[in-house]
Nanobody, 116 residues
Framework: QVQLVESGGGLVQPGGSLRLSCAAS????????LGWYRQAPGKQRELVAT???????NYATAVKGRFTISRDGAKNTVWLQMNSLKPEDTAVYYC??????????WGQGTQVTVSS
């Protein structure tokens, strides 16, 4: 079993920054992918960014150039640095762990609200 605990959400003004953190614990495989997804009210959950154990990253078009995903393999922690935030970035952000057997695990989610 895998547990994911997120932190760092909150309220920020447009143009501001936030940094999300996610700590993974439990049966963590060395080869895995960690990522962030988000779900806005009335919308489906969507990919924000992922990072493999080898450091390869993938970003949604909407966040490229503004968000940066990073990972500490030794600590099984993943971060999402979000800059130049826009109101349309408002959503619940979920941490995701994908193991080598393609099993998905999710955190409880953290609210990010971008508003003046």
């Amino acid at each position: 079993q895998v547990q994911l605990v997120e932190s760092g959400g909150g309220l920020v003004q447009p143009g501001g920054s936030l940094r999300l953190s996610c700590a993974a614990s439990g049966s963590i495989f060395a080869l895995s992918t960690l990522g962030w997804y988000r779900q806005a009210p009335g919308k489906q959950r969507e990919l924000v960014a992922t990072i493999t154990s080898g450091g390869n990253t993938n970003y949604a078009t909407a966040v490229k150039g503004r968000f940066t995903i990073s990972r500490d393999g030794a600590k099984n922690t993943v971060w999402l640095q979000m800059n130049s935030l826009k109101p349309e970035d408002t959503a619940v952000y979920y941490c995701n762990y994908l193991d080598p057997l393609s099993r998905n695990y999710w955190g409880q989610g953290t609210q990010v609200t971008v508003s003046s």
